[in-house]
């Protein structure tokens, strides 16, 4: 693997490198604790529409889990997004998600044909970055958890269903809009689905049609009030609990956290 | 206060008092942490139906609560249960609480008024509960938190709209039946209201109902699959993460863990 990028902050490693699949040019970025070695658990991370890979609230929480859990942290560009294409495509994405909010009117045959097609060309990208990332010494076959709400589910419904690796989900901000009903009965991993009671962009129906539609027995929805993109802080609390009782955290950081308890 | 029981385990003093509100005996019981001294949070347990202030359940987290966070506990026999009835009275609610379950008839004329006169005594009972306690050195003026579910939320939701000492609440397991819905709307705390998909005693649509009736910004529903009775457990941490948000931790709790992490 050759990294373009490697940059250590607070303890923290963030490395960047390419994949190429199906002849196009995937940029991904991995984290880890600064110096780490071996085995450990693996969240990836999709991020949302009009966002990109390293965007701040997902590269912060990386950076977090890693620092506090000792977790590997994967994200990748999805199709038409972040440095796949140029920054002017990008604003203009943004632009016109916001315009689609406004105007209350999410979606439409023609975006829900985009959605899909990122759907179907995002999945095998996110096999390959799980491959790639469990090639590494410092993050290798552990449990790996997906989280990605909003074009994260829209992507991470399919791609969960078709990967066994996966154990566990946080998913979220969607509805069962596009054709993905068999795909979200192919999960019977545990999920976490965060749902805004007054999303702009899924309703109420479709959200609860989608929790409905999971495979899983161990599936809890939070629901809280407020617009799509008005996720309550404490729900960052929620997937970090959620994802410590499903992955465990790293053997490294578990031996640092005995140590501290016992004054060590 | 005159205790008519006081016994500590683990860590934690348990003591039992009786109050008289209207001429009836409501029988009461305290957990804290063994040697408290001076105010701390306190959350105040409503049982279920069938239940009583002792429940294991509620014990269990009452207990766990003292230790873990400081917190005190305060819990009372509902109107018709525990210790203010005979013991086969208590079978006999609790069986005929299974075969409304069983049956799928969890509520007629009947029992919605036997849950609303409960309702109506109770808050006056919950009310003197809190000025009880919080006439306790061991407990004082901090802030008041509230647990209940079934039963719990049926007199919940007129207690703690009724309650201005109360500053966050875990409701669930209950819909918008009986006529308080102008009460739910008067409660405008922090609400996390856990709600069973699957519940035999709530529809999904009572539960919703009840949901979008509180008043209060910050409410957080939370959808299980299961029956009524079939909480996960992961619930638990939840509500634990909830409480010390809302009340923070006692102070002498607080500075021990200081110390544990410091290594002294």
Known sequence: ???????????????????????????????????????????????????????????????????????????IDAPGHGDRVAREETAKIAASIGERMRSGVAWTPETMKTARDRANQAVPEWHAALDALQGLDFVGKGPVGYWGVSLGTMIGVPFVASEPRITCAVLGLAGLLTDFEAAAGRINIPVQFVFQWDDEVATREAGIALFDAFGSAEKTMHINPGVHVAIPNFEAEAWESFFVRHLGVAADRASARTAEAVGA
Chains 1, 2 share one sequence.
Not at 10 to 33: I, S
Not at 43 to 49: A, I
Request: avoid cysteine; hydrophobic fraction near 40%.
């Open 1 to 75: 693997m050759n990294f373009t990028d490697e940059r250590a902050e607070d303890g923290v490693t963030r490395r960047q490198f390419d994949l190429t699949v199906a002849g196009e040019r995937v940029p991904a970025v991995v984290w880890a604790p600064e110096g780490a070695r071996g085995p450990r658990p693996l969240v990836l991370m999709g991020h949302g529409g009009g966002q990109h890979k390293k965007i701040t609230t997902l590269a912060t929480r990386a950076a977090r889990y890693a620092r506090k859990f000792g977790y590997a942290v994967g994200a």
